[in-house]
C-alpha cells in the first residue's frame, strides 16, 4: 500500500492500493488519459461535490465506456445513491451499514426575538454547562461546530473564563502542524475541540461522544455580476447537519445538540450546492483544454455548470491570453 499527496510520493513497483488525493489523479490524467495504470478506482467522499470530484465523476463515466473492465467504486455517507447510480447507467447500489450508536438530538435554537439572546460563543458555552449536568453517563469529548477562526478564538476566550470542567483546543485548516497533532494526544479531562467543518469529514477525532452544531459554515459563492469570490456565512444543509451528528456515535452512544430549532432543520436544504455551480470556473476550463477533454459544456457533469459562469470563465482567461478568440488554449494557458 502507497499514497502520494502534494509534494510526496510514497508508492513503487511494488505497490498494489495507492491513496491519493483527487487532484494527484486529475493530474495523472495529462501523462495517461485513460488511467491504463488502474484496473479499480474508488472515489471517497463524493458528496462533498468539490470541483475535483465532479470532474473526476466525469472521466470516470468517460472510460467506464471505452474500458469495459475498469471499475470504478463511488462511496460516501450521504449521497443521493439514485441519482448517482442512474448517472452511471444503472449502476448497483451497495448499502454497507458502518457501526454506529444511537445518538440523542437535542434543539436549543438561539431566539431570534428575545433580546437578550445569547449569542453563539454563550450558546456553546450554555450548551458545555448541560454536557457537564446532563450526559446520561456517557463520558468522552465534545466536538464543537463552528462557522470559522472569529467564531472559535471568541468562543475559546469566553470557556476560558468560565472555568467549565473542559480543556478547550481550537481546530482549522490554518492552525499549524504541531497544533493540529494536539488533538490526538492523550489526556486525561474532558476535551471540547473547536472545529470548523474540516472535522465534518476530512478526519475523525478518537473518543468524541457530544458534538455541539451552530449548525454554520463558511461556503464559497461566487457571483459573475460583481466578478467576486465571498465566503458568505451559511446554514449548512441537511446531509451536512446529520454528518457532523454522527461524528458522536462511532464509538459508543452519544448526544448531539443542535443551535437551532427542528423547524429550522427540516426547512434546509437536502444537500449542499454543489462547487461547480457556485465557483468561478476558469481553472477548470484550463484543465480541461490543457488535458484535452473538450469543452465544459459538452462534459458529461452530474451537474452542468451555469453559462454564465461559463462565459465568465472564458471572459477571464481570454483577458489573461490564455485563451484565444476561438477559446483554444494558448501557449500562456498551457
Not at 488511467?35 to 478506482?41: E, G, H
Not at 465532479?54 to 472521466?59: A, I, M, Q, R
Not at 449521497?79 to 457501526?99: H, L, S
Not at 452519544?254 to 429550522?264: M, Q, S
Amino acid at each position: 500500500v502507497g499514497y502520494q499527496v502534494r509534494f510526496v510520493d510514497r508508492t513503487g513497483p511494488g505497490t498494489l492500493v495507492k491513496l491519493m488525493t483527487d487532484g494527484v489523479l486529475l493530474r495523472e490524467l495529462a501523462s495517461d488519459p485513460a488511467l491504463l495504470r488502474y484496473d479499480t478506482i474508488i472515489i471517497d467522499e463524493a458528496h462533498e461535490r468539490s470541483l475535483n470530484v465532479d470532474f473526476l465523476l466525469g472521466v470516470c463515466r468517460q472510460l467506464v465506456r471505452r474500458r469495459p473492465e475498469l471499475r470504478v467504486i463511488v462511496t460516501s455517507a450521504t449521497i443521493e445513491t439514485k441519482r448517482f447510480a442512474e448517472y452511471f447507467g444503472g449502476a448497483p447500489v451497495i448499502d454497507v451499514e458502518g457501526r454506529s450508536y444511537p445518538v440523542e438530538v437535542r434543539y436549543r435554537p438561539l431566539q431570534e426575538d428575545d433580546e437578550d439572546k445569547p449569542s453563539l460563543p454563550e450558546a456553546v458555552r450554555g450548551a458545555l454547562e448541560e454536557l457537564t449536568r446532563d450526559s446520561r453517563g456517557i463520558e468522552g469529548d465534545a466536538l464543537v461546530f463552528l462557522p470559522g477562526e472569529k467564531q472559535i478564538h471568541e468562543t475559546r476566550d469566553l470557556l476560558a473564563r468560565s472555568r467549565l470542567p473542559w480543556e478547550v483546543l481550537p481546530l482549522y485548516a490554518r492552525l499549524s502542524a504541531a497544533e493540529q497533532e494536539r488533538i490526538f494526544a492523550p489526556h486525561t479531562a474532558r476535551r471540547a475541540v473547536l472545529a470548523t467543518n474540516v472535522a465534518e469529514t476530512s478526519l475523525t477525532i478518537p473518543g468524541v461522544r457530544f458534538v455541539v452544531d451552530a449548525g454554520l459554515a463558511r461556503v464559497s459563492r461566487y457571483s459573475p455580476r460583481a466578478k467576486f469570490q465571498r465566503l458568505p456565512i451559511e446554514p449548512v444543509s441537511q446531509a451536512s447537519a446529520d454528518q457532523r451528528k454522527g461524528r458522536c456515535g462511532r464509538e459508543g452512544e452519544g448526544i448531539c445538540i443542535r443551535l437551532y430549532g427542528e423547524d429550522d432543520f427540516a426547512a434546509r436544504a437536502t444537500y449542499t450546492d454543489p462547487e461547480i455551480l457556485r465557483t468561478n470556473l476558469a481553472s477548470l476550463i484550463l484543465q480541461m483544454a490543457a488535458l484535452g477533454l473538450g469543452a465544459p459544456e459538452e462534459f458529461p457533469f452530474l451537474d452542468a455548470p451555469d453559462d454564465r459562469l461559463l462565459n465568465d470563465g472564458y471572459r477571464l482567461l481570454q483577458e489573461l491570453g490564455a485563451v484565444d478568440g476561438d477559446r483554444r488554449i494558448t501557449r500562456l494557458g498551457r
